[in-house]
Structure formats: C-alpha cells, structure tokens
C-alpha cells in the first residue's frame, strides 16, 4: 500500500492548526499514543520551555527514537536505534511508547514536570492494567535511559562562539537586533545518524566576483524588498506562510499522514523516528556549515550601495549559508516522499502565521516552493536555498539507507 518505509502518527494538534483528523486507531496497534506524545513534545519544547527552532530538531529527535526503540523491543520487526534488552513476553507497547517520551522529556525539560507527569498519569489511564502494562512501561524506562545514556556530553551548549573579521562577503549581526549567531555550538554536536557535522561536503557560496553571485543579488534586492517589491500578493502570501517554525510544520504534517493513511503504532513510531533524526542531523550540518563558511545575508550585501533597503522580515541572527529552513524542508520532504510516495504526497502543512493550510502533491512542488519564500522574504540568498534543500535530501537518504530498516 506505502512505499518501502511507510510509517507515522496521528492527532492532537490537528484540530488547533485547522486540519481535521481521522479517528485515531483505538484499540491496540493504533498510533494515538505515539502522535499524543508527539503533540505533548511540541507543548514542552515549544511552548513552556521556548527552545530555540534550530535546537528543537535534537529533542524531537531524542524523543522520537526513544518511543521507537520501546516499541521495537517488543514488536520486532526494524533493527532498533540502539541495542535493547530482549522484552518480556505480554509487554503492552503503548505502555512502552507512552514511558519512553515521557521519560526523555522530563529529564531533558525539568520545568514541564508537573504537566508531564499529569500527561503520563492520564495517558496510562486509557490503557488496560495488568502485567502487560507493567512490563511495557519497563521497557519505555530502559529505551528512555539508554537513549540519555547515548547523548551525555555530546556537545551540547558547548562553549562556542562565532567570531569573524567584518569584510565584504562576511556575517555580521544583522538589523533590527544585531544579535550574535544563535547556538553556534549546534554545528560541533555530535550527529544521531551522521558520522560527523561536515560528513555531507558543500561547494559553499559563491564567490562575490562571480556571475551566479550577481544573479542571487539582484533576485533577492528585487523580490525580498519590504517596500517597492516585484513580489506578486501572491508571492508575499507564500513567503508569509513559510514564515512560521519549521520544525513543528514538518512534525504536525506527519501527525495528519499517520492518522489519515492508517498507520499502526510501529509504522507510526518508524516514521517520526526517520523524521526526527533526519532533520535533527540536516540542521546540526546546517549549522556546521553557516559556522564555517560564515557567509553575510543579503541585508548586509545590499546595503553596501541601498542603506535603505530593507527586508520583508528581520533575519534570523546567524549566517546566510546553508539555510536551516532549507535543510529542514529537503529532509522533511525526502523522508515524506519515502514515506508516502514522492509523487503522491497528499501532504498537508499548517502556517501558524497566515493560519492557512496548504497541500502538496510531490516532494518536488514541497521543495520548490519553500525555496523560493525563504528569497521572497528577503533573508537568503538562492545559492543558500538549493545547496541546504539537497542537504537535507541527502541526509535524510543516509537515515534511510543506513538506520530503522527492516529485520524481515
């Protein structure tokens, strides 16, 4: 019916963001534990502890491998994430899920505590008691530690900073906040499924001399001006919508696919698993490489002859190159096309800023699109676009190729 690595969740935020979700599966198998959880995820990253968009991608990672390895310990089926303990015969694997993200979650985001626990309590609540659920949330537990085991001292809120010469070609903290890099320690952390940050190589910017440069320069002074744009109202809508947090579009997208196409808890726990590491890793080499290559956004380039231009949004505090949002977008719609065919999406993203909903046939028509808001908004360069689109698609391919593949 799927593809060769159908899977996902299902519900909870749907409603709130204006899509209308198909039951969730009640009786066993069914994914409403893994998407509840994954929605109750997106509350304590997003809302309660404000974490930063580029770093939320690791802990929907860390969640997200964390439920699936619960799961796979008692259905089998996929090589786990990492090495489990063989599960007790009868082990409820909702239990499983339900402990694995709660545990990975309080640890990593102690302030939500008391609002964790109270999701926990009334998650348990809808499932049967008895040794089944016993055991089942003794495997959650084992999942959730050895995943935090797995990331101690990754590198994490390492001490790093950027710190660059100014000269023509390079970042500096743009207006209207002049803030420095943002997580610029997120480039040195250690990968989930990459072997290293710089694993996947970038031909980087183009140089200012050269005729692709000029181009890029000219397409994003006309297109991405606040005042006297070529955009059409169109054009404007689209780079608004673009304009909300990435990470949780791609998340709240899958909930709906997993939900409307009928996936069970494994299936569904796989997908976020591809998902989760994929763009977890495409943004930690995003990061790499802005650090590297330290490249300046169009507002610092353009205003060396046009002090007046201004952008249709303020930048983001970090370099032009490669673009998070185009990492993000290239891994979440390679492991979508994956997923559910790369000419047969069906995929539906909410924007929290336009509070729209939009649908995407092809992986391609995804890539596309998000592409061109990012220059229509006036923060990047194209050159930034295509090389972290394909970033991402290749990092999402290695997930794929190399992790969460089938035993059987």
């Not at 050269?210 to 002074?221: G, P």
Request: proline fraction near 8%; charge should be positive.
């Amino acid at each position: 019916m799927f593809p060769r690595l159908s899977r996902a969740l299902a519900v909870g935020l749907l409603v709130a963001v204006g899509l209308s979700p198909a039951p969730a599966h009640a009786g066993p198998g069914g994914p409403a534990v893994v998407t509840d959880w994954n929605t109750i995820a997106a509350r304590t990253i997003f809302t309660e502890n404000a974490t930063p968009v580029p770093v939320s991608g690791l802990y929907f990672g860390f969640v997200s491998v964390a439920v699936y390895d619960a799961v796979v310990a008692i259905k089998g089926g996929f090589e786990p994430y990492a090495r489990q303990p063989r599960a007790p015969r009868g082990a409820s694997p909702e239990a499983a899920a339900v402990t694995a993200a709660y545990r990975v979650l309080t640890h990593y985001f102690p302030a939500s505590a008391a609002n964790l626990s109270a999701d926990y309590a009334a998650s348990l609540a809808q499932l049967p008691p008895g040794s089944g659920l016993e055991r089942g949330k003794r495997v959650g537990e084992t999942a959730a530690a050895t995943i935090i085991a797995l990331r101690e001292n990754d590198g994490r809120n390492a001490n790093v900073s950027l710190d660059v010469t100014p000269a023509p070609g390079v970042w500096r903290p743009t207006p209207t906040a002049f803030a420095p890099m943002l997580a610029p320690w997120l480039g040195f952390v250690r990968p989930m499924v990459l072997r290293s940050p710089k694993q996947m190589r970038l031909p980087g910017p183009d140089g200012l001399d050269t005729k692709a440069y000029a181009r890029d320069l000219a397409e994003v002074t006309t297109f991405g001006a606040l005042n006297g744009s070529s955009r059409t109202p169109e054009q404007t809508e689209t780079a608004l919508f673009w304009n909300a947090n990435s990470v949780l579009q791609y998340q709240e997208a899958l909930r709906d696919q997993v939900v409307r196409r009928g996936l069970g808890v494994l299936q569904g726990a796989r997908a976020f698993a591809l998902l989760g590491t994929a763009t977890a890793d495409a943004l930690i080499a995003c990061w790499r490489a802005k650090y590297d290559y330290a490249f300046w956004r169009p507002i610092t380039a353009i205003r060396t002859t046009d002090p007046g231009w201004t952008p249709l949004v303020q930048n983001p505090p970090y370099p032009d190159y490669t673009s998070g949002h185009a990492c993000v977008s290239g891994a979440a719609s390679n492991t979508f096309g994956e997923l559910f065919g790369h000419r047969s999406l069906d995929l539906r993203v909410f924007s929290s800023v336009t509070s729209t909903t939009r649908t995407f046939q092809t992986a391609r028509e995804l890539d596309q699109e998000t592409m061109n808001a990012r220059i229509w908004l006036g923060i990047h360069f194209r050159r930034a676009m295509t090389d972290g689109n394909r970033l991402g698609h290749r990092v999402s391919d290695w997930t794929i190729d190399h992790w969460f593949e089938p035993t059987r």
